[in-house]
């Protein structure tokens, strides 16, 4: 079934629902929503868009980004989503490998993009796109579940980017455990995008829009945490994905502006590993308002989830433990984790996290290799490692490629930037592995200071042996301004190892 149907059906039975709005303005109701979408479809199709055909779509978050999704897909079309700070040459890379025909962008990006590409490209903020959107509309396409929707390329912290295959079926699967499994949705909700449409924020409008819910995009079109609490105040009960960093950020705002955070529902975190010490400072400023999720581009949103009620239920005897891992499997996966030779390991065991289900890639786009690489039997290898507890919480101790191994043992660098980062003379860090001729390796944390700080050496090698082993301690501590990031606020621990090779 192609999900554009939900759109169809929600403007059919709740055609007058608020629908898309930008900032505090309602610019459409759930028909227009759909008309306009449907317009797209037929603009597109006339424009020789056919079934399977790939549309880029590379705009900082606004209301026609939703628009966009929906015309191509109605139209049987693929979305390309192309983060609008990606390098020049990185959007050009990812338009020749996906073989898009025509790009949808921020009318900004225009002169850039077209020194890269020859291919039509439509301003979502321009009188041609609301020429598309205008015209008589086009009918939903039919589509499997084995089709293509959207072409999502991996965030390349390592390596050329690789198109991940997101089919109509791997959407609904994603779709519907949002509400069985992270969080309920009803029509007086409004789906907050105060991250990048671009990634797993993109993925959360059609359950959303089956719902017949509010999508508020900030006037911004970036995450401004003083902007988002003021939306939500003003336009609550409000739901938004937010990654760890981002999330760090909006109770500092909260904080300094001692805002509770009226209107907040929900805000689901994930993408990266969240410190113990920021999710307590969040639930302390916010109240039990938080739901983790672990997914990938491979698996998106729909790994595992960490419920609101484990996250806030201080009394449980497991609480702390509980709070430092990432949930259950959602209902459309099964995990096992594996060790290096492909076998399962028992409970509590470290290995390979892997996982199969409805919501995984049936594969990258033309790159047989890494495919094969990264399904074996149906399992999608992740990358993670982690281990799981006998009631089916998953705890990840690190990527794979980021372990240090040190004399023969293996270390994991989350855990030492754990402890670090409770240390107060500590804002951010970062650890990884650096070439030793004795060891192997050896651990070496770049830090962040706290604003007016100046770590010591000594005093983090004391706070540290406090609660770990003695070996683990880096060898040496490098202050650093900020740690290098990609555009979705992944630290960039390549790049960091180049330095110190370097
Ligand atoms: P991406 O494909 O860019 O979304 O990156 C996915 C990777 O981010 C996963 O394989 C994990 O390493 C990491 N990740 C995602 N969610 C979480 C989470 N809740 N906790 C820790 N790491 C996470």
């Excluded at 059919?12 to 303005?25: C, F, Q, R, V, Y």
């Excluded at 502006?257 to 410190?275: D, L, Q």
């Excluded at 259950?328 to 099964?334: D, E, F, I, M």
Aim: glycine residues 10%; contains cysteine.
């Amino acid at each position: 079934m192609n999900i554009a149907h939900w759109l169809e059906r929600t403007a059919h039975i709740a055609g007058d629902a608020p629908a898309l709005m930008h900032g505090d303005d309602l610019l459409a109701d759930y028909a227009s929503f759909h008309a306009r979408a449907a317009s797209l479809a037929a603009g597109l199709s006339a424009r020789g868009l056919s079934k399977g055909g790939r549309v880029a779509l590379c705009a900082a978050n606004t209301p026609d980004y939703l628009v966009a999704m929906f015309g191509v897909w109605i139209a049987g079309g693929v979305i390309v989503p192309i983060n609008a700070k990606l390098h020049p040459k990185e959007v050009a890379f990812i338009l020749h490998d996906s073989g898009a025909t025509q790009i949808f962008a921020d009318a900004a990006l225009r002169e850039s993009l077209a020194a890269q590409t020859p291919l039509p490209i439509v301003c979502l903020d321009n009188p041609d796109f609301a020429t598309l959107t205008a015209g008589p509309p086009g009918a939903v396409t039919p589509r499997d579940a084995d089709d293509l929707a959207w072409l999502f390329y991996t965030s390349g912290t390592t390596g050329r980017p690789k198109g991940v295959q997101i089919t109509h079926g791997m959407l609904m699967a994603t779709s519907l455990c949002y509400p069985v499994d992270v969080d309920p949705v009803s029509a007086k909700d409004a789906a907050l995008y105060a991250a990048p449409m671009s990634h797993g924020a993109g993925l959360y409008a059609p359950i959303h829009v089956r719902m017949g819910a509010r999508h508020i995009v900030p006037r911004s079109g970036v995450f401004d945490p003083g902007e988002v609490l003021a939306l939500s105040q003003a336009h609550g009960p409000t739901s938004m994905f937010m990654a760890p960093t981002m999330l760090r950020r909006l109770t500092d705002a909260a904080r300094a502006a001692k805002s509770p955070g009226h209107g907040i529902k929900t805000i689901v975190y994930g993408g990266g590993p969240m410190y113990r010490a920021d999710i307590e400072e969040a639930v302390a400023c916010f109240g039990p308002r938080f739901v983790q999720i672990y997914g990938q581009g491979e698996c998106p949103m729909a790994i595992t989830a960490l419920s609101r009620a484990d996250i806030a239920d201080r009394r449980h005897p497991r609480w702390r433990e509980r709070l430092a891992s990432v949930g259950r499997a959602q209902s459309a996966v099964t995990l096992a984790i594996m060790d290096a030779q492909g076998q399962p390991l028992p409970l509590g065991q470290t290995g390979e996290v892997m996982v199969r289900g409805a919501p995984v890639m049936p594969g990258y786009w033309n790159n047989p290799n890494a495919t094969a690489a990264t399904l074996i039997d149906g399992w999608l290898k992740t990358g993670d490692l982690g281990h799981l507890d006998a009631d089916g919480y998953l705890t990840l101790v690190d990527r794979s490629k980021d372990v240090i191994i040190s004399g023969g043992t293996n270390i994991y660098p989350r855990e030492i930037e754990e402890v670090l980062l409770t240390h107060p003379s500590v804002h951010a860090v970062a650890v990884v592995g650096r070439p030793s001729p004795a060891w192997g390796e050896e651990v070496v944390a770049f830090i962040v200071p706290a604003p007016g700080a100046t770590p010591d050496p000594v005093t983090l090698d004391a706070h540290l042996l406090n609660a770990l082993a003695r070996f683990k301690r880096p060898k040496a501590y490098i202050p650093i301004a900020d740690l290098p990031r990609n555009n979705y606020g992944k630290v960039l621990k390549t790049t960091l190892r180049e330095m110190l090779s370097g």
